[in-house]
């Protein structure tokens, strides 16, 4: 790909005095330029390099890309680091969207807009799901590395992605393209598109464009892919042998947790829990897709959920858009934007999995657990309780499928009054997402069903039980999400007055903003309450959702000025007033669980924050660039609203936070996944949730020796403080003395017995700062095979670092404790040769520098020594570096005439399969690898064919 700065005019280089142009030549002397909004600022004028870093994507560059999305397209530029990617949808916490997010600060302060305006967010706060944006009616993409809360409102922190529809199209054009993995398996992907344009504006006063596009992505198994199809995989490392033991306690046939009263002694260890598999302690072996533990007294077999889980899951969109102008007269504007999607992806992981209470009467107690007691060395009197470990593996795999549906509409006039460009406009936006359980979760009731007609049995081998199961499995509606964005603008910008050095810029606007965010979860999600009359809980997945509606208005106003001090010298100022009303909820509890009259929560907020930026030219060819600025963000409506509920398990498996004898002790399950809650937090006043607060600055240097080579650089700094963050798991299991209150004994109807949870509040207890250069180089040579275009983008990362609590976690070349790492360095270089105007071809490397993986200790259980002889030894702990990862991409394009044009590609021209990572945490439930940072399609070849008419 080839990413192109707005620079200096080769031609033609923009003064500062009122965009007069200093001619190299007089070749567009005599031409008409148009004003633009670019990216960044709120003032119309000649397109030029300005005092912020802003990326430009032409259509060109999307087409040389061989992208095939919105998220594959931005997801790969080497600024994006910290995003949702597809995989994470798969039992990860992404939920069937993808975002953007530069720099790794994260998708919550990366703002993305369409055609310079707000999209409805797919959550609480203003992320967007890419998945929404069509890429076929894309005519370029601006994406400012920098701050913008000045102009553009308080999540701006991180910069903005600004996609730019195409305009005045009259022909019709019709794309195809698909794209096949060389390896077996799935992961193939197809686009069909078309469009057409009626009128032009400037000459019949009017244009209306139509388009649809429909993109298909199959899914991808990780047993197609040798190095992710098991959690038990031997690898080298420093001289010695390791085998991954990734591996899950729910299993099949179901094994045992017993509780004991007394503890046990085991190699002068107290031992108050134990794990067994029945099976195993009949027939000495473990069935398929398992694996045997012996920690302390335990004799289970583990499952090999890895082995079951999708690398990438399956997903379709259908998109249309619809866009009219209309000019009342030569000043005047009208426009009107409509862009739907539809948007669906399903995500394959391991069958469900649940703990299940075990009565020590219970005729399964005596059959399958009392024998084997006395080979276990536990006294029957011993046990306090009992309960099972299962794994529904006659249910299917656990399959959720994210349907989204979203509505843009934006509606305006422009045009230019009294020497002033303006626009006035209204958009009304909305996004649905529903999440279905659509395969291997089961009805709690339906289940007890089968289990009171004595016709299942949990200590059965796989195989027997799936006719019986069928009726149980759901295909219904786990929680269903809205969200809309109300929107209404005004917007100007022209002369101020007259300068020594030109005139001074105004641009100046107001906006109102309604937002509104719902979850809906189904009455079997939310589990027995006083909300309903339902008794039914899913197993496969923890109950106790609870619905959430909030609401909150704000308003904004802005101003910006560029005031040229010399015909080398501008500066430019803006200021920005937010003003953010307390939210209300529609949904507030009561201590009993019953619901309280709607009211408003948490507090208002209001700031201003401003943005100083200079552009200095001392020659023509070299410009010199900076900026500071501040910024704010309020709290996401969740982040207040949202009550208690259960949040899922932890990621990783930690040794029981409490012990005897503390009461908690007797809900201890070992070293294992713990169950989490979370929740909003509602107060008012100090102890209410305060705006985050942020400072940005930029230095950059862009540097044009001849008409042929340009290169730049920007250094960038962001620090945040009183970031709003919801405890991380590490913190507690880390310390359970110091965080000993947030352990609580709750009840959960699912499991039908007490659980021990962990409560992750939010609070304003963080602070970030995150620092790092981004360069890109471009030279354009003539050579007797033709035009020769080199370029080389990247960004390198001095700093990326979050403080919680006093205790600092550093991303930056190391997995961190909240399951992120930053790469120092990501690079990109492409050489584009064109033989002749009508052939092309792009050769491509991406780069990323390699990482310290997640450090893994002994009592992680998840990683084990090979003997010399094969079998596997004690646990073990490991600290090892990801290697950096590279591929290298081709292209071929051949414009046949006007009419028709043909691409072939190869991604991945040398099949690098994803660096080993024994990461237990992050992402979705892949092994073996990270699906956030490298793709498992290997070597793909692409084909596309456009007709324009």
Not at 198 to 216: C, M, Y
Request: proline share 5%; aromatic share 10%.
């Amino acid at each position: 790909m080839m990413f192109r700065k707005t620079k200096i005019c080769i031609a033609a280089m923009l003064a500062a005095s009122g965009g007069s142009l200093l001619l190299a030549g007089n070749a567009l002397a005599q031409q008409s330029l148009e004003r633009v909004e670019v990216t960044g600022s709120s003032i119309k004028r000649i397109a030029a390099e300005g005092a912020l870093p802003v990326l430009t994507l032409s259509r060109a560059d999307i087409e040389r890309s061989g992208a095939k999305s919105a998220e594959d397209l931005i997801q790969n530029l080497p600024s994006m680091q910290g995003f949702y990617a597809s995989a994470e949808s798969v039992n990860g916490n992404a939920g069937g969207v993808q975002t953007a997010s530069l720099h790794s600060i994260g998708h919550r302060y990366t703002l993305v807009l369409l055609n310079g305006r707000r999209v409805a967010s797919y959550d609480a706060g203003s992320a967007v799901n890419l998945s929404s944006i069509p890429l076929a009616v894309i005519e370029r993409v601006e994406v400012l590395t920098d701050g913008a809360s000045a102009l553009y409102g308080s999540d701006a922190v991180a910069g903005v992605v600004n996609f730019i529809t195409r305009k005045n199209q009259t022909e019709l054009a019709i794309d195809l393209n698909k794209n096949m993995p060389e390896a077996k398996g799935g992961g193939d992907s197809s686009n069909v598109s078309l469009s057409k344009g009626f009128g032009n504006l400037e000459q019949d006063g009017f244009n209306v464009f139509a388009a649809f596009s429909r993109d298909k992505q199959a899914g991808l198994d990780a047993k197609d892919r040798d190095y992710a199809k098991s959690g038990v995989m031997q690898f080298n490392e420093g001289g010695k042998r390791y085998s991954l033991y990734q591996l899950a306690v729910n299993t099949a046939p179901a094994s045992v947790n017993l509780n004991l009263t007394n503890p046990m002694m085991k190699d002068g260890e107290e031992i108050s829990a134990l794990i067994f598999s029945p099976n195993y302690m009949k027939d000495g072996k473990c069935s398929p897709n398992t694996a045997l533990s012996t920690t302390g007294l335990d004799k289970a077999c583990w499952y090999d959920y890895g082995a079951t889980v999708q690398l990438i899951p399956t997903s379709k969109r259908d998109s249309l858009m619809l866009a009219g102008n209309a000019k009342l007269n030569a000043d005047t504007t009208l426009f009107a934007e409509y862009v739907y999607a539809d948007f669906e992806l399903a995500g394959r992981f391991a069958p469900p999995a649940q703990v299940i209470s075990l009565a020590l009467t219970d005729p399964l107690y005596a059959q399958y657990v009392s024998p084997h007691l006395a080979a276990l060395g536990v006294d029957p009197a011993n046990v306090s309780k009992a309960s099972t470990n299962n794994r529904f593996v006659d249910a299917g795999g656990r399959q959720m499928l994210y349907k989204t549906k979203s509505n843009h509409l934006a509606v305006g006039v422009e045009g230019l009054f009294m020497g002033y460009d303006y626009t006035a406009s209204y958009v009304h936006s909305e996004s649905k997402r529903d999440a279905m359980y659509d395969g291997g979760f089961m009805s709690r009731n339906c289940y007890n069903t089968l289990i009171a007609s004595g016709k299942v049995n949990p200590f059965a081998e796989p195989g027997g039980n799936q006719a019986l199961f069928a009726p149980c499995v759901l295909k219904s509606l786990q929680d269903r999400t809205k969200t809309s964005l109300d929107v209404a603008s005004l917007r100007a910008s022209g002369e101020l007055f007259k300068g020594p050095a030109g005139p001074a810029m105004l641009g100046a606007g107001f906006d109102y903003t309604k937002q509104k965010y719902e979850l809906l979860p189904s009455e079997i999600s939310q589990g027995p309450n006083k909300l309903h009359n339902g008794t039914d809980t899913p197993f496969g997945s923890a109950p106790g959702a609870l619905p959430v509606g909030a609401s909150r208005n704000n308003w904004g106003v802005f101003a910006e000025l560029l005031v040229p001090l010399h015909k080398t010298l501008e500066v430019t100022g803006a200021v920005r007033y937010d003003d953010y009303s307390k939210v209300r909820n529609e949904y507030i509890f009561k201590d009993d669980g019953t619901l309280d009259k709607p009211g408003s929560q948490g507090n208002a907020n209001n700031k201003a924050t401003y943005k100083l930026a200079l552009r200095f030219r001392p020659i023509d060819s070299v410009m010199v660039r900076g900026s500071y600025g501040t910024g704010f963000k309020a709290p996401n409506l969740d982040e207040i609203t949202k009550p208690i509920s259960d949040f899922g398990v932890t990621s990783g498996k930690y040794p029981c936070p409490v012990k005897a004898p503390d009461p908690r002790a007797a809900d201890c399950k070992g070293t294992t996944q713990y169950d989490l809650l979370a929740g909003g937090n509602p107060l008012s006043g100090a102890n209410g949730l305060k705006p985050e607060e942020s400072k940005n600055a930029t230095l950059g240097l862009r540097v044009e020796p001849t008409r042929d080579i340009s290169v730049g650089l920007d250094y960038w700094s962001v620090r945040m403080k009183n970031q709003i963050v919801a405890m991380p798991e590490t913190f507690p299991f880390r310390d359970p003395a110091k965080y000993n209150d947030l352990f609580f004994t709750v009840f959960d109807a699912g499991q039908g017995q007490n659980k021990l949870a962990t409560l992750l509040p939010n609070f304003n207890l963080g602070s970030s700062r995150y620092s790092g250069v981004d360069w890109d180089a471009t030279a354009n040579f003539g050579t007797m095979l033709g035009k020769l275009r080199l370029d080389w983008s990247g960004t390198y990362m001095i700093r990326s670092e979050v403080e919680i609590a006093g205790t600092v976690e550093s991303s930056v070349g190391r997995f961190d404790a909240y399951n992120n790492a930053t790469s120092r360095v990501v690079q990109r270089i492409s050489a584009n040769l064109k033989p002749s105007d009508a052939w092309s071809h792009t050769l491509t490397y991406n780069w990323r520098s390699g990482y310290t993986d997640q450090v893994i200790t002994e009592d992680d259980g998840s990683l084990k020594f090979v003997n010399p002889d094969g079998s596997l030894g004690d646990y073990a702990g490991l600290k090892r570096k990801v290697k950096a990862y590279s591929t290298v991409d081709w292209q071929t394009r051949f414009q046949l005439n006007k009419m028709l044009n043909f691409t072939a590609g190869i991604k991945n021209l040398l099949d690098k399969d994803p660096p080993l990572s024994i990461r237990i945490a992050g992402g979705g439930n892949q092994v073996g690898y990270d699906g956030r940072y490298a793709s498992p399609l290997g070597r793909q070849f692409y084909v596309s064919a456009g007709l324009r008419y």
